[in-house]
T-cell receptor, first 112, second 118 residues
Framework: DAKTTQPTSMDCAEGRAANLPCNHS???????VYWYRQIHSQGPQYIIH???NNETNEMASLIITEDRKSSTLILPHATLRDTAVYYC?????????????FGSGTRLSIRP | AAGVIQSPRHLIKEKRETATLKCYPI?????VYWYQQGPGQDPQFLIS???????DKGSIPDRFSAQQFSDYHSELNMSSLELGDSALYFC?????????????????FGQGTRLTVV
C-alpha cells in the first residue's frame, strides 16, 4: 500500500508557483521521497527526489520537513504544460525488493 | 538520451488470446519493473526483475508471466486475456545494486503499451 497522502486536486494560475504537499508520516529512515508526474496517459516522468535535505533541479524544488513526515514539491513558474497528476512516493532504494508504489496522486490544473 | 522503449505501443486482442509486451531498458540499467494502469486508476505494480532474476511480485494474475533476458530486456506474457486486462502497461528501468549494498538510480518509465481486449 502507498505510504503517502496527497490532496486529490489543486489548481494554480499560470506563471505562479505551484506548491504540492505530501504527507508521509510513516516514512522509514532508508526511504527517499520521490516525485513523479503523469501527463494524460503518458509514462510517469521523474521529477526529483530527496532524503533529508531540500533539493532543487531544473524542473522543481523539493522541501522536506526536518522530521521527514511531510514534503512539498514546488514548481516555481507553472505553465499549462505542467497540468498532470503528481505522485509523491516513498521508496527504499536499499531494499532488495525495492519498487515504486503509486498512491492516488494530486491532479494539478494550471489555469491561464 | 536513450529512454525506456516499449513495444508495441498499441495492441488489440480478442478474449482468450495471448499477448506479449516487450520492454527495452535504458542502456546499462539492470532492473526492470512492470505496472498496469486501468482506466481512471493509478499504476499498479505487477512484477520486477534485477539481474535477470525476479526481485518482487505484486498483484500480477497467474495468467501473466514475465522474464528478463540476458540483454536485460523484459517481456510480459499474458494468456487467456479477459476484458478486464484492457489497460496501459508501463515498464520502468533503473540501475540497481546488489541487495543491501546501497541504492541505484531513479527509475525511468517507458511510454507504455495500450492493450485493448475485445
Amino acid at each position: 500500500d502507498a505510504k503517502t497522502t496527497q490532496p486529490t486536486s489543486m489548481d494554480c494560475a499560470e506563471g505562479r508557483a505551484a506548491n504540492l504537499p505530501c504527507n508521509h508520516s510513516t516514512i522509514s529512515g532508508n526511504e527517499y521521497v520521490y516525485w513523479y508526474r503523469q501527463i494524460h496517459s503518458q509514462g510517469p516522468q521523474y521529477i526529483i527526489h530527496g532524503l533529508k535535505n531540500n533539493e532543487t533541479n531544473e524542473m522543481a524544488s523539493l522541501i522536506i520537513t526536518e522530521d521527514r513526515k511531510s514534503s512539498t514539491l514546488i514548481l516555481p513558474h507553472a505553465t499549462l504544460r505542467d497540468t498532470a497528476v503528481y505522485y509523491c512516493i516513498v521508496w527504499d532504494r536499499y531494499s532488495s525488493a525495492s519498487k515504486i508504489i503509486f498512491g492516488s496522486g494530486t491532479r494539478l490544473s494550471i489555469r491561464p | 538520451a536513450a529512454g525506456v522503449i516499449q513495444s508495441p505501443r498499441h495492441l488489440i486482442k480478442e478474449k482468450r488470446e495471448t499477448a506479449t509486451l516487450k520492454c527495452y531498458p535504458i542502456p546499462r540499467h539492470d532492473t526492470v519493473y512492470w505496472y498496469q494502469q486501468g482506466p481512471g486508476q493509478d499504476p499498479q505494480f505487477l512484477i520486477s526483475f534485477y539481474e535477470k532474476m525476479q526481485s518482487d511480485k505484486g498483484s500480477i494474475p497467474d495468467r501473466f508471466s514475465a522474464q528478463q533476458f540476458s540483454d536485460y530486456h523484459s517481456e510480459l506474457n499474458m494468456s487467456s486475456l479477459e476484458l478486464g486486462d484492457s489497460a496501459l502497461y508501463f515498464c520502468a528501468s533503473s540501475l540497481g545494486f546488489p541487495p543491501g549494498q546501497g541504492g541505484g538510480t531513479e527509475a525511468f518509465f517507458g511510454q507504455g503499451t495500450r492493450l485493448t481486449v475485445v
